[in-house]
T-cell receptor, first 114, second 113 residues
Framework: KAGVTQTPRYLIKTRGQQVTLSCSPISGHRSVSWYQQTPGQGLQFLFEYFSETQRNKGNFPGRFSGRQFSNSRSEMNVSTLELGDSALYLC?????????????FGSGTQLSVL | TQLLEQSPQFLSIQEGENLTVYCNSSSVFSSLQWYRQEPGEGPVLLVTVVTGGEVKKLKRLTFQFGDARKDSSLHITAAQPGDTGLYLCAGARDGGSQGNLIFGKGTKLSVKP
């Protein structure tokens, strides 16, 4: 069974640009969550999608958005990039997205904003 | 507000030593998960504890959930270089979806041969 796949692995952007990250969940998983990981703040929840609907959202500005497609693949978009957006962005999938379910994480996309 | 405090933040030990890392909160959690994250990879779930006072063992790793379900510990016996990584705890505040899962900042463990 293939794991969670995130693309690209690395991205370098400049301030003001926008970026789109992609996540393919494990086959059969309908929930996809996105997290931002930085050394100072740790892992912070961005949002969760289930059956193409955003079900939960963390405390991030509107520049961070996402969507989920009918095949459960998900994308997240960050517009008007700021230096502070430099981070490892992790995607995780689970079957139904219930809080007690096992989360399967991808290897992440390392975003650097210059 | 950081609901889950992990300590220590960093730990560097020699192979063969024992260690304990802690995950503490003033909040009650319905369950708590422990993950290990290696450099360049995403976190991998090690264990989930659900009942207050529960102890689970995974080879040389022993996980305990506090009686009041506010804290947890991870004890590693005879650490090996392969145990090196970032250990994260994550607490589920109540039922519902993944948005209710709160992560600590982690303990970065380095085991030197």
């Amino acid at each position: 069974k293939a794991g969670v796949t995130q693309t690209p692995r690395y991205l370098i952007k400049t301030r003001g640009q926008q970026v789109t990250l992609s996540c393919s969940p494990i086959s059969g998983h309908r929930s996809v969550s996105w997290y931002q990981q930085t050394p100072g703040q740790g892992l912070q929840f961005l949002f969760e999608y289930f059956s193409e609907t955003q079900r939960n959202k963390g405390n991030f500005p509107g520049r961070f958005s996402g969507r989920q497609f009918s095949n459960s693949r998900s994308e997240m978009n960050v517009s008007t990039l700021e230096l502070g957006d430099s981070a490892l962005y992790l995607c995780a999938s689970s079957f139904q997205g219930l809080v007690y379910e096992k989360l399967f994480f991808g290897s992440g996309t390392q975003l650097s904003v210059l | 507000t950081q609901l889950l405090e992990q300590s220590p933040q960093f730990l560097s030990i020699q192979e063969g030593e024992n260690l304990t890392v802690y995950c503490n909160s003033s909040s009650v959690f319905s369950s708590l998960q422990w993950y290990r994250q290696e450099p360049g990879e995403g976190p991998v779930l090690l264990v989930t504890v659900v009942t207050g006072g529960e102890v689970k063992k995974l080879k040389r790793l022993t996980f305990q959930f506090g009686d009041a379900r506010k804290d947890s510990s991870l004890h590693i016996t005879a650490a090996q270089p392969g145990d090196t990584g970032l250990y994260l705890c994550a607490g589920a505040r109540d039922g519902g979806s993944q948005g209710n899962l709160i992560f600590g900042k982690g303990t970065k463990l380095s085991v030197k041969p």
